[in-house]
């Protein structure tokens, strides 16, 4: 099975496979979503409760995901970017203020997603195996959508952009509402599979089956290697 059969919903189990993609350096991007060190970072198990250890092991296969899969692809990817000469771009959530007081309602809510990331402070930054370089884009946000409330939208405009690769996390929250803005700003958009991860690969690929084919194409590193060695 390649990327034109894979995570196929019912929507779109009948649809014929879809061409190849034209992907012209100068016109395509990455955006790399959210890896920041708050995501990485993990307390020592010894020194947990027992619910906060089985809290803690919840989370490991996330964690086994992220250094052994999601990481290398993404700087794999990062690198072939950067020696094409192709723009990348990094978002990432961050407050401007130090309270939080500027977030949105999302980020306030009780919960996984009630976050208190100011920009300036470590746990927000992009982590250091990804960092971006001094020439790169980062754009901060309050928001899932890596589009909603920054000026992302037109800098792709400006810089020429027509399709956007996207990695990241999480598949199933702000890779997902990126993804969705995106195709509703007319943006071709792929989305790589093992570049992204959520809390859970259920999540994953459940998310990767509701957007395939209609706001993105989901291929692999590799699969969107083989479309650029096309052109």
Not at 62 to 87: D, Q, T, Y
Not at 139 to 166: E, F, P, Q, Y
Not at 200 to 216: A, F, G, Q, W
Request: hydrophobic share 40%; proline share 5%.
């Amino acid at each position: 099975m390649t990327w034109k059969t894979a995570y196929r919903s019912l929507y779109y189990s009948t649809m014929p496979e879809p061409d190849d993609l034209a992907l012209p350096p100068k016109e395509t991007a990455l955006l790399v979503i959210d890896v920041q060190n708050t995501y990485l970072s993990r307390p020592d198990r010894g020194s947990l409760s027992a619910d906060e250890q089985r809290h803690f092991d919840a989370w490991t296969p996330f964690h086994n995901r992220m250094h052994s899969i999601v990481i290398p692809n993404i700087h794999k990817v990062l690198a072939r970017f950067r020696e094409r000469g192709m723009e990348v771009v990094f978002a990432r959530i961050a407050c401007q203020t130090k309270d939080g007081r500027d977030r949105s309602l999302s980020q306030k809510m009780p919960g996984f997603n009630n976050l208190l990331l100011p920009k300036d402070e470590e746990a927000s930054q992009v982590i250091p195996a990804l960092a971006p370089r001094a020439d790169e884009i980062v754009v901060t946000k309050t928001t899932d959508s890596a589009l909603t409330g920054t000026n992302l939208r037109l800098m792709l405009h400006n810089l020429g952009i027509r399709h956007v690769v996207c990695v990241g996390i999480f598949t199933d929250q702000c890779v997902s509402s990126t993804v969705r803005s995106l195709a509703d700003e007319s943006f071709g958009v792929v989305v790589l599979d093992d570049c992204c991860a959520a809390a859970t690969d259920d999540l994953h690929r459940k998310e990767l089956e509701i957007i395939n084919n209609i706001y993105c194409h989901v291929m692999t590193a590799d699969e969107l290697e083989a479309q650029f060695a096309r052109a």
